[in-house]
Structures are given as structure tokens and as C-alpha cells.
């Protein structure tokens, strides 16, 4: 059979509303023009994000019965553990409320002020976390990774010679650990091949350095993995997915992602001194060990998802269902970022509002303009997020590439939910040039998408 159908029916429903051209007008005018402002109830189809947004499965909502919220040594907790512990093979697993948690006391264990943390593309919260402690987070891209048209089939991949050259220039004292990103989220959800984390791995074997992973989406890269790279066709998901743990001292996630988590995340090292370290902040800020900011419930359902999250039928349909909302897009000339990604399909801001400066934020301003047309919301992943004004006054230091980004939720949006969103998207295309630019009015210095507000630029 050539379809491919969603491997799951649906036995609980959650109505969505229309709303009017005119009234989403007013309430994006209201929200500072900022999709994240807005109410969730005035969003027709949400793809802000795919992060904590999915559906649980009955398997899920099974375990949540069962939870033992326990304070400590809950029956979830060792259920938590055995699963997590199963697929990434570190020694120590401990639970966070989220991925930033994660981030946060990785950080605060490992990292100290002037260090340098080098990774294929960090994440905002990851980068965030890094820049607290006073370090420098340093993306080591592919050079393919700056051309949207570019087919590279693990583009997330890290540039290994920049890797090496980095820990030459700034030593091996200032190197707290490499992270890698699986797959690259800020990188368009561009996978990581096995032989880049195995070269990553010698690179820090020569050195003596701890190779982690920002696992958030490691079941789609292990997936990719089976699809593109040679010798990796007959082996089960999860086979492969041992392999890329196999490589790493640790691991982060959030577990919003590929545990099918309405909430969660983890730390997992092999290093019985970082993982005191951390087990001490956790019950500082966090909770006890066995429980980490989460309830038992959480954990419970954590444990199932994270080993449905490599069944091979869900993942052909997750990979393909992203891939169909990218051809029909390239099909009507939209311009995307290629090869499509796992979780999301990524416009290319810049092309398609070529009459908006980057001052005028044009992947912002399509998002904006994509919620007023159809009601869908969508997250740039561009200039806002990651353009930084200069130190010296003297405008602005704009990222490579302006994407808006529509994150596909798991298990959420059936087929013809997708071709709602492919239809509006190109009835937009069609009335690009009317696109409004848009500037910051209030701009916080960390991570200013979330809360800042804009208003119409000058054109
Ligand atoms: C790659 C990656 N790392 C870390 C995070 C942060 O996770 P959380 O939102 O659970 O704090 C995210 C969230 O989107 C992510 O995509």
C-alpha cells in the first residue's frame, strides 16, 4: 500500500473553534503582535509547538491510574528509570519537571564561567542555560546547514574539524563537555548521522572531554538514521538508538517531545561525580531524586511513552505525515527548508517576504500574518529569537537563516487538519507582498520571543 495511514483511532475529541479573519485582527493586535501572547482557545491549529502538546496513548492514561505518587522511592520512579535506562544505557537517571531543568543543573554541575560549550546547534533554553553560568555556547554547523535548498541528509550534523579546532584554540580546560543536539531543533529538525557521533566521539576521546546529548527528538534522528544512512535499513529503531547513546557520557531531554510527555525530562551521566552534583541541586530546586518536579503519575507515563515513541509504524507515519506538509508546500513554490525535518516543516522567512528587511522581522511578521489569514499559529525561529543588537550601537547581528517554523504536535492533527494549514499557507504565498513588517516595541534581553511585543514597522 502506498498510504500511509496515522497508526492509532481516536477515542477522545477536543473541539477547536473558528474564529473570523477580523476578530483574530483584533486579538493579535491585543497579543503585542506576539503568537505567544494570544489564548490557545482563539488558535484554530496550533503548531507553535510539538512540545508537550501531544496525545497521550490509553497505555499512558493507564499508567497515570497507576502512578505512585509516593515522595520517595515511588514504584513510577524504578518504572521511569527501567525505561529510560534501557534505551540510553547511562548509569545514573534522574528525573526533571522539563528539558531546560535539565539544562539548568547540568550546567550548574558541570560548567564553569569562560568555558565553551560546543554543539552542532544549541537550543535557545540550552544556549540560555550556558550564557547564565557566564560560559559561551558555540555552534559548529555543517556549511550546508546556511543553505535552505541544500539536500545534505544529516544536516544536523556537527561540523567535527571546527570541533577539533575549537578544543585546540580554547583547551581542553575550558571544554566542560560537547553537546549534540538530536535531531537539531534550531537547525530546521535535521538529523544527526551515527558516523558524526561516532567522529564526535573520537574527537573527544583524543582529549579526554564528555560527549552529551540533547536527546529531546532522539527517535525521530534514530529513524532518519534507518532511512538515509547506509547499513542501518534492517535494524529496529531502538537498536539504533542504543548505538547513538552508546557513543555519549549523558544525556538531557525534555521529555515533552519524543516521551510523549504532557510534562517531563531527565538527566542521564555515567559520571558518579556530576550526577551527586546534580542529585544535590535537584532536591535544592527541583525535588527529591525519585521524583525530580514530576508526579508519579508522570513518571508513569513517561516510562510507557518512551518505549512507544520507537514503535517503527508510528515513526514511518511521524516522518512521513511531516514530509507531506513539506512536498505540497515545495509543490506551490513555497520556499521551506530542505531536506524537511522531523517534527516540523520550516518556511524560509527571507523568500518569502522578500519585500521585508530583516529589521522589519519577516519570518515574524509571516507568522503573524499566517494567524490572521487561517487562525494557525506558528513560532519563528529567526530573527527575533536569535538576532542580538550589537554591543557597539551599531544595529544588528542577524542569524543565517529567518525560519518560521510549524511544529507538528503527536498524534494531535489528523490529514485533513495538514491540508487546512498546506491550503492557507499558499493562499498566503499568493498574497505575499501585503505582508506587514513589524518592530520591536518592548524587546527583554533572554529569550525575547516568549514575551516581547511589536507593533506595525514603517514600511
Ligand atoms: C532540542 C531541545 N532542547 C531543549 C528543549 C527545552 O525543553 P523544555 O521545553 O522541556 O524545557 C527543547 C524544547 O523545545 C528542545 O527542542
Known amino acids: 500500500m502506498r498510504t500511509i495511514i496515522e497508526p492509532f483511532r481516536i477515542k477522545v475529541v477536543e473541539p477547536i473553534r473558528m474564529t473570523t479573519r477580523e476578530e483574530r485582527r483584533g486579538l493579535i493586535a491585543e497579543a503585542g503582535f506576539n503568537p505567544f501572547r494570544l489564548k490557545a482557545e482563539h488558535v484554530l491549529i496550533d503548531l507553535l509547538t510539538d512540545s508537550g502538546t501531544g496525545a497521550m496513548s490509553t497505555a499512558q492514561w493507564a499508567g497515570v491510574m497507576e502512578g505512585d505518587e509516593s515522595y520517595a522511592g515511588a514504584r513510577s520512579f524504578f518504572q521511569f528509570e527501567a525505561a529510560v535506562r534501557d534505551v540510553f544505557g547511562h548509569r545514573h537517571v534522574i528525573p526533571t519537571h522539563q528539558g531546560r531543568a535539565s539544562e539548568r543543573l547540568l550546567c550548574a554541575a558541570a560548567v564553569n564561567d569562560g568555558d565553551v560549550v560546543p554543539g552542532n546547534t544549541h537550543f535557545d533554553t540550552t544556549r540560555a542555560n550556558i550564557e547564565a553560568v557566564r560560559a559561551e555556547a558555540r555552534d559548529l554547523k555543517l556549511p550546508e546547514a546556511a543553505d535552505p535548498e541544500n539536500e545534505h541528509p544529516f544536516k544536523g550534523n556537527?561540523?567535527?574539524?571546527?570541533?577539533?579546532?575549537?578544543?585546540?584554540?580554547?583547551?581542553?580546560?575550558?571544554?566542560?563537555?560537547?553537546?549534540?543536539?538530536?535531531?537539531?531543533?534550531?537547525?530546521?529538525?535535521?538529523?544527526?548521522?551515527?558516523?558524526?557521533?561516532?567522529?564526535?566521539?573520537?574527537?573527544?576521546?583524543?582529549?579526554?572531554?564528555?560527549?552529551?546529548?540533547?536527546?529531546a527528538r532522539f527517535a525521530e534522528n534514530a529513524y532518519f538514521i534507518k532511512l538515509r544512512e547506509p547499513g542501518f535499513g534492517a535494524k529496529a529503531p531502538i537498536e539504533i538508538a542504543r548505538e547513538m547513546f552508546s557513543y555519549s557520557d549523558g544525556a538531557v531531554m525534555s521529555m515533552k517531545k519524543d516521551a510523549f510527555g504532557n510534562i517531563g525530562g531527565g538527566i542521564t551521566v555515567n559520571s558518579d561525580e556530576w550526577a551527586e552534583r546534580i542529585r544535590t541541586h535537584l532536591i535544592l530546586t527541583e525535588g527529591f531524586p525519585t521524583y525530580g518536579g514530576l508526579a508519579g503519575r508522570d513518571l508513569s507515563a513517561?516510562?510507557?511513552?518512551?518505549?512507544?515513541?520507537?514503535?517503527?509504524?508510528?515513526?514511518?507515519?511521524?516522518?512521513?505525515?511531516?514530509?507531506?506538509?513539506?512536498?505540497?508546500?515545495?509543490?506551490?513554490?513555497?520556499?521551506?527548508?530542505?531536506?524537511?525535518?522531523?517534527?516540523?516543516?520550516?518556511?524560509?522567512?527571507?523568500?518569502?517576504?522578500?519585500?521585508?528587511?530583516?529589521?522589519?522581522?519577516?519570518?515574524?511578521?509571516?507568522?503573524?500574518?499566517?494567524?490572521?489569514?487561517?487562525?494557525?499559529?506558528?513560532?519563528?525561529?529567526?530573527?527575533?529569537?536569535?538576532?542580538?543588537?550589537?554591543?557597539?550601537?551599531?544595529?544588528?547581528?542577524?542569524?543565517?537563516?529567518?525560519?518560521?517554523?510549524?511544529?507538528?504536535?503527536?498524534?494531535?492533527?489528523?490529514?485533513?487538519?495538514?491540508?487546512?494549514?498546506?491550503?492557507?499557507?499558499?493562499?498566503?504565498?499568493?498574497?505575499?507582498?501585503?505582508?506587514?513588517?513589524?518592530?520591536?516595541?518592548?524587546?527583554?534581553?533572554?529569550?525575547?520571543?516568549?514575551?516581547?511585543?511589536?507593533?506595525?514597522?514603517?514600511?
Not at 522531523?342 to 522581522?361: K, P, T, V, Y
Open 302 to 459: 513517561l516510562a510507557v511513552g518512551i518505549r512507544e515513541i520507537l514503535d517503527e509504524d508510528y515513526l514511518r507515519y511521524r516522518i512521513a505525515s511531516t514530509a507531506y506538509v513539506g512536498s505540497h508546500l515545495n509543490a506551490a513554490g513555497v520556499p521551506l527548508l530542505k531536506p524537511y525535518g522531523g517534527h516540523a516543516i520550516f518556511l524560509d522567512g527571507r523568500r518569502f517576504c522578500r519585500h521585508l528587511r530583516d529589521e522589519q522581522l519577516p519570518g515574524w511578521s509571516l507568522s503573524v500574518a499566517l494567524y490572521e489569514q487561517v487562525g494557525v499559529r506558528a513560532c519563528e525561529i529567526g530573527n527575533v529569537m536569535f538576532g542580538r543588537p550589537r554591543a557597539d550601537g551599531g544595529g544588528w547581528d542577524w542569524p543565517t537563516l529567518d525560519l518560521v517554523r510549524l511544529a507538528i504536535p503527536r498524534r494531535v492533527y489528523t490529514q485533513s487538519h495538514m491540508d487546512y494549514v498546506v491550503e492557507g499557507i499558499i493562499e498566503l504565498f499568493g498574497q505575499r507582498e501585503s505582508i506587514q513588517g513589524l518592530r520591536f516595541v518592548h524587546r527583554p534581553a533572554v529569550l525575547p520571543h516568549f514575551t516581547a511585543t511589536f507593533a506595525p514597522a514603517e514600511p
Open 158 to 215: 556537527i561540523d567535527v574539524e571546527s570541533l577539533a579546532a575549537t578544543i585546540q584554540q580554547v583547551g581542553r580546560d575550558r571544554v566542560p563537555f560537547v553537546l549534540i543536539t538530536v535531531t537539531n531543533n534550531s537547525g530546521g529538525g535535521q538529523p544527526v548521522s551515527m558516523s558524526n557521533l561516532r567522529a564526535a566521539r573520537q574527537v573527544c576521546d583524543r582529549w579526554g572531554i564528555p560527549l552529551i546529548l540533547d536527546c
